[in-house]
């Protein structure tokens, strides 16, 4: 591994989240380093987007330790805010501000958070749009776009900040599947441009091409993690085993 991959972007050590009496994560130690990809898969409750929330404060954990580029999430007010200023964040749902343009939406953050004029603001989103294949949409609101254009403002938006890393919670679940594809295309995209992304996802060819390491999650503990689709053409746990068989995922081609 160079020098720049050996101090992970983003280090968990057995963490642990609880809701009550269920713990809902139990022990999850995960490193993700600098350009890499590492895609989250399992069952529905399996804990998988609950991690996800812990790395940036959207859900606070009661055990263990997470560090995101040198901060260490301990809970108080300054370490939320300076984790979620290297953390992007993509969600099932598209949570844009609908009275807002896409390109308002895109450049809220950095001005609000980050202290960045509007004209720049404004400059890098336009180029963030283009990115994303909305060039043109700028003046749009959420409304008058479908439901993978929103999803794309939506990737568009977490990129505003220039976060350290990138995190998507199931981001094509709301989407017809039609346009799967145009989102999980701009995830490749920003996956080959070097963005340190970690996806909870259920498309395993996704997955399967873009990942450096998939890690699968039952009962809130990390059963199996390999590098690439090693895990999902090779698993070795029983239980992952059984989790692919259940999809039918004998192919990722």
């Known amino acids: 591994m160079s020098e720049m991959l050996k101090t992970p972007v983003v280090s968990l050590k057995g963490v642990i989240k609880k ?82 343009s896409a390109l308002d939406n895109i450049t809220l953050a950095p001005r609000r958070r980050q202290g960045v004029s509007r004209l720049d603001a404004e400059a890098h989103g336009m180029e963030l749009l283009e990115k994303v294949g909305l060039k043109g949409f700028e003046s749009r609101y959420p409304s008058e776009l479908s439901g993978g254009q929103q999803q794309r403002v939506a990737i568009a938006r977490g990129l505003a900040t220039k976060p350290k890393v990138m995190l998507f919670d199931e981001p094509t679940s709301a989407l017809d599947p039609e346009v799967v594809q145009d989102v999980l295309g701009v995830m490749k995209d920003l996956a080959h441009d070097g963005v340190t992304m970690i996806v909870v996802t259920h498309e395993l060819t996704f997955a399967a091409q873009v990942a450096n390491s998939i890690v699968f999650m039952d009962a809130g503990v990390v059963v199996e993690q390999g590098d690439g689709d090693s895990l999902l053409r090779n698993p070795q746990h029983k239980r992952t085993i059984r989790f692919l068989s259940s999809l039918n995922a004998s192919s990722f081609d």
């Open 19 to 100: 809701y009550g009496s269920v713990v809902a994560v139990n022990g999850v130690d995960l490193e993700v380093f600098e350009s890499q990809t590492v895609a989250i898969i399992g069952p529905s409750g399996s804990g998988k987007s609950t991690v996800i929330r812990t790395i940036n404060g959207l859900e606070s954990h009661d055990g263990g330790e997470i560090v995101v580029n040198g901060v260490t999430l301990d809970g108080s007010k300054s370490s939320i805010r300076d984790v979620r200023n290297d953390v992007g964040m993509v969600f099932q749902q598209f949570n844009l501000f609908p009275y807002m």
